[in-house]
């Protein structure tokens, strides 16, 4: 049996699976059978979660189309829910973990494939733009991570310095004091 035999079975069952890197391609492939699962039906939908995280912007259009759509989506890590999942998981309607999963956050970090020593206007004024985007993508993740999990922005920020500064990790039971999980289960009848 291949992947996309076994993701296929599970869509049928309601079940999307966000694994791996977070990557423009994988939140399009989950938002494409979401948005269908969601024309089919009002039922939950559940999106597995176990990540390293990824690229921010493309999880940001996936906590979009969640709101957008009719069904509501329960997110249950299983694993590793760390940066761009952390987010992503703030845009499920409940939010659950298994035990033993980890939480992780950090700066919004980006690349910028320029020279600074490069005397080119263009060149300058295109990273500067980059830049702002990237402190704009910041600002929005901290929002998001506020809003959904009750913590001001400022407690957000200091969770994320800690994880940037002392690859700090947080267990399922710490991330559901936090806000960031409604709740910690040990199991789940998933399929």
């Given at each position: 049996?291949?992947?996309?035999?076994?993701?296929?079975?599970?869509?049928?069952?309601?079940?999307?699976?966000?694994?791996?890197?977070?990557?423009?391609?994988?939140?399009?492939?989950?938002?494409?059978?979401?948005?269908?699962?969601?024309?089919?039906?009002?039922?939950?939908?559940?999106l597995a979660i176990d990540t390293?995280?990824?690229?921010?912007?493309?999880?940001?259009?996936?906590?979009?189309?969640?709101?957008?759509?009719?069904?509501?989506?329960?997110?249950?890590?299983?694993?590793?829910?760390?940066?761009?999942?952390?987010?992503?998981?703030?845009?499920?309607?409940?939010?659950?973990?298994?035990?033993?999963?980890?939480?992780?956050?950090?700066?919004?970090?980006?690349?910028?494939?320029?020279?600074l020593r490069q005397n080119d206007?263009?060149?300058k004024a295109r990273l500067a733009?980059?830049?702002?985007?990237?402190?704009?993508?910041?600002?929005?993740?901290?929002?998001?991570?506020?809003?959904?999990?009750?913590?001001?922005?400022?407690?957000?920020?200091?969770?994320?310095?800690?994880?940037?500064?002392?690859?700090?990790?947080?267990?399922?039971?710490?991330?559901?004091?936090?806000?960031?999980?409604?709740?910690?289960?040990?199991?789940?009848?998933?399929?």
């Open positions: 049996m291949n992947t996309e035999s076994v993701k296929e079975q599970l869509t049928r069952k309601r079940v999307l699976l966000l694994r791996g890197d977070v990557t423009e391609q994988a939140v399009e492939e989950v938002r494409v059978r979401m948005v269908t699962l969601a024309l089919e039906s009002t039922e939950e939908i559940i390293k995280g990824g690229v921010n912007v493309p999880s940001l259009w996936l906590v979009d189309t969640m709101r957008l759509i009719s069904a509501p989506v329960k997110g249950i890590v299983n694993g590793r829910c760390f940066s761009a999942g952390v987010m992503i998981l703030q845009g499920c309607t409940t939010r659950v973990a298994t035990r033993h999963s980890s939480f992780y956050l950090h700066h919004v970090h980006g690349t910028f494939p320029y020279s206007a263009q060149i733009e980059d830049l702002r985007e990237a402190r704009e993508q910041d600002k929005q993740v901290r929002d998001l991570l506020s809003k959904r999990s009750g913590q001001s922005r400022q407690t957000v920020t200091v969770l994320i310095n800690e994880g940037e500064k002392i690859n700090r990790f947080y267990t399922a039971l710490e991330a559901k004091k936090l806000g960031f999980v409604d709740k910690v289960i040990d199991s789940c009848e998933l399929f």
